[in-house]
Nanobody
Framework: QVQLAESGGGLVRPGGSLRLSCTAS????????MGWYRQELGKERELVAT???????KYADSVKGRFTISRDIAKRTVYLEMGSLKFEDTAVYYC?????????????WGQGTQVTVSS
């Protein structure tokens, strides 16, 4: 079992920045892909950014150029640097962690952290 601890959410003004962190504890396999998703009230959860075990990144069009996903493997932590925040970035942000090896894989979600962009 893997536990994900998220932090870094909060209230920020438009144009501001935040950094989210997600740290994994427990038993993880040797290959790990991570991502951030978000969910606005009344809407479906959507992909924000992902980073593969090989280091390839992918971003939603709405955050390209403003958000950066990164990881520290030794710390078992994935980050989401969010800049030039907009009102529409307001959502609960969830960390996603897929751990796998040749014969098994498992996916886990964090508890979510609220990001509110407001003036």
């Amino acid at each position: 079992q893997v536990q994900l601890a998220e932090s870094g959410g909060g209230l920020v003004r438009p144009g501001g920045s935040l950094r989210l962190s997600c740290t994994a504890s427990g038993n993880i396999f040797s290959i790990n892909d991570m991502g951030w998703y978000r969910q606005e009230l009344g809407k479906e959860r959507e992909l924000v950014a992902t980073i593969t075990d090989a280091g390839s990144t992918k971003y939603a069009d709405s955050v390209k150029g403003r958000f950066t996903i990164s990881r520290d493997i030794a710390k078992r932590t994935v980050y989401l640097e969010m800049g030039s925040l907009k009102f529409e970035d307001t959502a609960v942000y969830y960390c996603n962690w897929r751990t796998r090896r040749w014969d098994r894989q498992a996916t886990f979600w964090g508890q979510g952290t609220q990001v509110t962009v407001s003036s």
